[in-house]
């Protein structure tokens, strides 16, 4: 019997990939701490509220982002990917409408809280709406737009920075690493229905210009080496020399790529180590806790074999 229009919390969770949302959210925090550090400012001197608020706003542009994927490709997923919780029949398709609008309004209200530039949370709906209707179906143009959706929120402080007259264009630096490896992965998963060694190859080094460029931006915004320069390192060497990701199914290699998104968000925050030790080694500490936890989420929601029990 099929689960109610609905929809199930497991097949929710499944819809808008929860497992990887706070990817999304550690984007946004790191930035906005190397921005805060880039400016000479205090990176903690910033309210539990604001922070809470910025957090929120980058989940609800991520799970938008995921719904308006999944509607848009609703048909094509009938055959290519008929376990979705929308081909399944588990999850309406206007619950997910619904949805898709609660998301882009609650993005939309909360703005990126106090400290966040509010004219980009639009602007990058707009964009993931724009890549998930028409300019995914184009390899440069999906992989700049979606570049440009995780450059965009991980923006929101660094541009309100810039805004306000404290830094100037090097502000917008650590969010156009967010936005080359994002990029890097989009041309990596492409191999996925259409092989090819080019896009790989280009999909890797952009992944890996993006982890070099965010340990020199934060060695020079930290005035030395960083526990993040360390980090990038062991990441980039590992892609040159095809250590990561792994070889096997594209699949389970972009997974790979989408958890380092918590190392490259390690290697950029690592630029405000004059924070102190304790904001070191706690973004190491959350770092390995989230790729711990954002995998064993995973596992948990992989679709269950035809007749296992719920």
């Known amino acids: 019997m099929k689960a109610p229009r609905g929809g199930s919390v497991r097949a929710w969770l499944r819809l808008l990939r929860v497992p990887l949302a706070p990817t999304a959210a550690c984007d946004a925090l790191a930035c906005a701490a190397l921005a805060r550090a880039q400016a000479g400012l205090d990176p903690l001197a910033v309210g539990p509220g604001a922070l809470a608020a910025l957090a929120a706003t980058s989940l609800c542009l991520y799970g938008a982002g995921m719904l308006a994927n999944d509607l848009a490709d609703r048909r094509r997923d009938r055959t290519l990917a008929p376990d979705r919780p929308l081909p399944a029949g ?4 206007g619950a997910a409408a619904f949805g898709l609008a609660l998301l882009c309004t609650a993005a939309l209200v909360l703005g990126g809280g106090a400290a966040a530039f509010r004219p980009l949370v639009p602007l990058a709906l707009g964009l993931a709406l724009a890549y998930d209707f028409l300019l995914k179906r184009w390899l440069v143009p999906g ?15 660094p541009a309100a920075l810039l805004d306000a007259g404290r830094g ?6 650590g969010p156009l690493c967010v936005g080359l490896y994002s990029a890097g992965v989009l041309g990596l998963s492409s191999t996925e229905e259409r092989p090819s060694a080019i896009r790989r190859r280009a999909g890797l080094t952009l992944a890996g210009v993006a982890f ?4 020199a931006l934060a060695w020079a915004t930290a005035g030395g080496p960083t526990l993040g320069a360390l980090v990038a390192f062991g990441v980039v060497s590992s892609v040159a020399f095809g250590r990561r990701p792994r070889p096997g199914p594209v699949k389970r290699q972009v997974l790979e790529m989408l958890l380092a998104l918590y190392w490259l968000a390690l290697v950029l925050a690592s630029g405000a180590s004059r924070a102190g030790p304790g904001f070191v080694f706690g973004t190491f500490g959350a770092a390995v806790a989230l790729v711990w936890g954002s995998q064993r989420a995973v596992r948990a929601l992989r679709p269950r074999p035809a007749g296992a029990a719920p």
């Open 90 to 93: 588990q999850i309406g398709a």
């Open 143 to 157: 992989a700049l737009a979606m570049g440009g959706v995780r450059a965009l929120n991980a923006a929101l402080v």
């Open 168 to 173: 100037d264009a090097a502000l917008l630096l």
């Open 212 to 215: 070099a460029g965010a340990a």
